[in-house]
T-cell receptor
Framework: ETGVTQSPTHLIKTRGQQVTLRCSSQSGHNTVSWYQQALGQGPQFIFQYYREEENGRGNFPPRFSGLQFPNYSSELNVNALELDDSALYLC???????????????FGQGTRLTVV | AQSVTQPDIHITVSEGASLELRCNYSYGATPYLFWYVQSPGQGLQLLLKYFSGDTLVQGIKGFEAEFKRSQSSFNLRKPSVHWSDAAEYFCAVGTRVSWGKLQFGAGTQVVVTP
């Protein structure tokens, strides 16, 4: 079990609503990445936060946004939910390379979002 | 275009038999390569990773993988599978520059029969 925790574990929302998902990174990790995993597919990179700044983004529309806080925890916000947003949302924390530390990404258990 | 391909969607293997899962990648930069395992309803657990050096990498749970640059492959192997190895396995690729922004394959579902 990793030290990455996500909340909530399950969530049901209605199309058009907004949702906030939360991630607490493993102790000391200053980088958080978010992924969307649709049913039967591999995870797709949404974006990454490093030291509270967005550090790269995948092919997701602007209604997917995020934050990282001084304690390195992070939020993923999705506005105007669509049915296709139904997925498992995974958060991963790590150190960046070049700091002489293990750069392995540790994943949380995910938040299962269902949009109806 | 960058891509990660896992050619086998589903593999069934008998307990005690050997297992090999294939992964091919297409990447412009020197790749960082990973294998993750996901049990139903769970997050991803790292089995092993390759950044550089020895091309045969040992991981947890008795898994190993071999990086073959000439074939753009990073296949995962286990000599003798256990029933607890039934899960979905994902190959992922990153780079030194985009190290935390992993690109995953579609996954291979492994079923273990008695």
């Amino acid at each position: 079990e990793t030290g990455v925790t996500q909340s909530p574990t399950h969530l049901i929302k209605t199309r058009g609503q907004q949702v906030t998902l939360r991630c607490s990174s493993q102790s000391g990790h200053n980088t958080v990445s978010w992924y969307q995993q649709a049913l039967g597919q591999g995870p797709q990179f949404i974006f990454q936060y490093y030291r509270e700044e967005e550090n790269g983004r995948g092919n997701f529309p602007p209604r997917f946004s995020g934050l990282q806080f001084p304690n390195y925890s992070s939020e993923l916000n999705v506005n105007a939910l669509e049915l296709d947003d139904s997925a498992l949302y995974l958060c991963a924390s790590s150190f960046p390379p070049g700091q002489g530390r293990n750069t392995e990404a540790f994943f949380g258990q995910g938040t299962r979002l269902t949009v109806v | 275009a960058q891509s990660v391909t896992q050619p086998d969607i589903h593999i069934t293997v008998s307990e005690g038999a050997s297992l090999e899962l294939r992964c091919n990648y297409s990447y412009g930069a020197t790749p960082y390569l990973f294998w993750y395992v996901q049990s139903p309803g769970q997050g991803l657990q790292l089995l092993l990773k390759y950044f550089s050096g020895d091309t045969l990498v040992q991981g947890i749970k008795g898994f190993e993988a071999e990086f073959k640059r000439s074939q753009s492959s990073f296949n995962l192997r286990k000599p003798s599978v256990h029933w607890s190895d039934a899960a979905e396995y994902f190959c992922a690729v990153g780079t030194r520059v985009s190290w935390g922004k992993l690109q995953f394959g579609a996954g291979t579902q492994v079923v273990v029969t008695p």
